[in-house]
């Protein structure tokens, strides 16, 4: 069974601090793998990841894809209080998502 | 552009009522999603639907749960009867055709007492 597991579920740190989520994917279709952030209402997109190492970024955040690992990773520099969110990976196939990665940014 | 549009916001039923959430994605979107997000369990891939027919039907959780799209700009999910343990955020979503970017809707708030 296609399944994504995140890494770590839960992520406490402080403002200033670099963090690196983890998303790792077992897949038979592999055709790309997308980030969201979710923080009180709907996830809302950030990047779409299909070439391997490749990497994407928006401002603070990047994210690179490794296809013979069967891996992705999400980083974000400088957090500040309001990356404090869920983050979450998902497989285009069928859009299944992961558990999510809670991050906490603290003052 | 309107975005995918969900409708109730929130709904608060008993225990053993019908419930029928609502969903129109965006137009021009071929696939739409229905999730169910809680606490426990995450972000959970109910049903979706490519083209108006469902394609991949595995994750609803039972016989209670159905879900329609009987044209390109509306689908609902239902469940009868509902219970307690169906209290979630339901979610529906839409992407496009040939591109793998979804969009969700602000989501349906259920509480069944």
């Known amino acids: 069974e296609d399944k994504v597991v995140q890494s770590p579920l839960s992520l406490v740190v402080h403002e200033g601090d670099t963090v690196t989520l983890n998303c790792s994917y077992e897949v038979t279709n592999f055709r790309s793998l997308l980030w969201y952030k979710q923080e009180k209402k709907a996830p809302t997109f950030l990047f779409m990841l299909?070439?391997?190492?490749i990497e994407k970024k928006s401002g603070r955040l990047s994210s690179i894809l490794d296809k013979k690992e069967l891996f992705s990773i999400l980083n974000i520099t400088a957090t500040q209080t309001g990356d404090s969110a869920v983050y979450l990976c998902?497989?285009?196939?069928?859009?299944?998502f992961g558990a999510g990665t809670r991050l906490t940014v603290k003052p | 552009d309107a975005g995918v549009i969900q409708s109730p916001r929130h709904e608060v039923t008993e225990m053993g009522q019908e419930v029928t959430l609502r969903c129109k994605p965006i137009?021009?979107?071929?696939?739409l999603f229905w999730y169910r997000q809680t606490m426990m369990r995450g972000l959970e891939l109910l049903i979706y639907?490519?083209?108006?027919?469902?394609?991949?039907d595995s994750g609803m959780p039972e016989d209670r749960f159905s879900a329609k799209m009987p044209n390109a700009s509306f689908s609902t999910l239902k469940i009868q009867p509902s219970e307690p343990r169906d209290s979630a955020v339901y979610f529906c979503?839409?992407?496009?055709?040939?591109?793998?970017?979804?969009?969700f809707g602000p989501g349906t708030r259920l509480t069944v007492l």
């Open positions: 137009s021009g979107h071929n696939s």
């Open positions: 998902a497989y285009d196939d069928d859009m299944r």
């Open positions: 299909t070439s391997s190492g």
């Open positions: 639907f490519n083209n108006n027919v469902p394609i991949d």
């Open positions: 979503a839409s992407r496009p055709s040939g591109r793998d970017t979804q969009y």
